[in-house]
């Protein structure tokens, strides 16, 4: 229950939960309700005046943009009317001057007028001086040129007609000859073309047919190359070449390319340990490319060339004049390596003594490692005799411990018909 006091007269009584929120619930609505409108009238006040206060700020700055806006339109008259007036007096004073420049201009041409005519005269004589020079130098060079061109000519005739000769005469080689004579003929032509220029360059050369077939492949080259510096012990291969020769008939139904026996060849080369590969071809003979001469295919396979048989000599004296160049170095890596070869030889002398030494030494240890075993086992033997003599000592002492301890009244205590005879004796 609560109680409740009269704020009138005084009185005080007692209500209930419920009529005691029920009533202060009247009160905080009603209190809340004029509050709230009284909020809201201040409000509408507030609102009326910013209204109106904005009404007036507006319009004031309206009047005084609109003020501003006339002064700025006033002084842009004012200047322009001040422009035009200045405009109007300088454009004047530009049009004297110009027609002051126009009047010296003019006077200069006609002061420059006769300068510049002679000038001109000069310069046409100059010109016309370099063209005579340049159409006489002209008469020079082309007449340099017919003689060039004319020469280019009978150049390049003397070499179709070389190259006619030559394919005239492989034809007429290749007809006189069968299947198999042309291969060998083809041979026979290189030995001897060698052999009449063994005497006069390579002296020290061996040249001769590769007769041993490859265990691997189960090939062979047809002649092998290789040629020396010096003798003896200095004696060192600086070139080495296996050449194959190839050739067909005109008549044969299957044509080869030289192409065909690039492969076969680089490994015959690499199994003889040959440093280049040359295939002597009359295959192809239409081709231009193969009809230049000495053909380098190295791109295909490393230090191969193909060659027609009347550049045989030449590709020889080529690489062998080439290596002559690296025959130094040959020489220096020679002696590094007989060099390399006795400090082997002498590691390997060392390395056996070593082995050797080792093994005895090993042996040696093995029977001092036996020995040292059975004189650990004699020593185990020994110790146990010493055990032995030292227990069979210490029954000899205790033996005679009691030998001296033994007396005739201990022995005849216990036996009075002993003890009675001792005592009679």
């Known amino acids: 229950m609560q109680e409740i006091k009269c704020p009138k007269c005084g009185e005080v009584f007692q209500i209930d939960e419920a009529g005691y929120a029920e009533i202060v619930k009247q009160v905080r609505t009603r209190e809340f309700n ?28 309206k009047d005084n943009q609109i003020a ?34 126009i009047t010296q201009l003019r006077s200069a041409i006609e002061a420059n007028k006769s300068k ?21 130098k002209l008469k020079i060079e082309q007449s340099e040129a ?39 003929d083809l041979e026979q032509f290189c030995l001897a073309e060698f052999n009449k220029n063994r005497a006069i360059g390579f002296q020290n050369a061996y040249f001769e047919k590769d007769n041993e077939v490859s265990k691997s492949s189960g090939s062979k080259g047809d002649f092998i190359f290789r040629d ?14 296996m050449f194959e020769m190839k050739n067909q008939a005109d008549e044969t139904a299957t044509k080869h390319k030289n192409e065909d026996f690039f492969k076969e060849l680089d490994k015959d080369r690499t199994e003889k340990k040959c440093e280049y ?37 030449q590709i020889i004296t080529i690489l062998r004049n080439a290596a002559l160049n690296s025959l130094e170095y040959k020489r220096e890596i020679a002696q590094i390596k007989n060099q390399n070869i006795d400090i082997t030889n002498f590691e390997s002398d060392l390395n056996l003594f070593k082995d050797k030494f080792l093994n005895n030494v ?3 240890m093995r029977q001092h490692s036996s020995a040292i075993e059975e004189i650990d086992k004699a020593i185990k033997t020994l110790q146990k005799i010493k055990d ?9 002492r205790l033996a005679n411990n009691k030998l001296e301890d033994l007396t005739i009244k201990k022995l005849t205590r216990n036996n009075p018909t002993m003890k009675k005879k001792f005592e009679e004796l």
């Open 34 to 61: 004029d509050e709230l409108q009284r909020q809201k009238s201040a409000m509408d006040s507030e609102k009326k005046m910013a209204v109106e206060l904005a009404v007036s700020k507006a319009n004031s700055e």
């Open 388 to 396: 032995l003599f030292e227990k069979s000592d210490n029954n000899l």
């Open 146 to 184: 017919q003689l060039r061109e004319n020469a280019l000519k009978d150049q390049y005739t003397a070499q179709l007609k070389a190259k006619d000769e030559t394919i005239a005469f492989y034809k007429d080689f290749k007809a006189k000859e069968s299947t198999k004579q042309i291969g060998e």
């Open 68 to 101: 501003a806006l006339k002064n700025q339109l006033e002084v842009r008259n004012n200047e322009l009317n001040n422009m035009k007036d200045k405009s109007a007096a300088e454009l004047k004073i530009a049009l004297s001057q110009k027609e002051q420049e």
């Open 116 to 136: 510049t005519e002679l000038e001109v005269r000069t310069a046409l004589q100059e010109k016309e001086s370099q063209i005579q020079d340049l159409q006489s």
């Open 277 to 313: 590969a040359v295939l002597v071809s009359m295959l192809e003979e239409d081709n231009d490319y193969y009809n230049t001469g000495i053909v380098d295919v190295s791109y295909k396979y490393p230090k191969m060339y193909v060659i027609r048989p009347q550049f045989f000599i």
């Open 228 to 241: 020396f510096s010096g003798e003896g012990e200095d004696k060192i291969e600086f070139i080495s070449i």
């Open 362 to 364: 090993d042996l040696a």
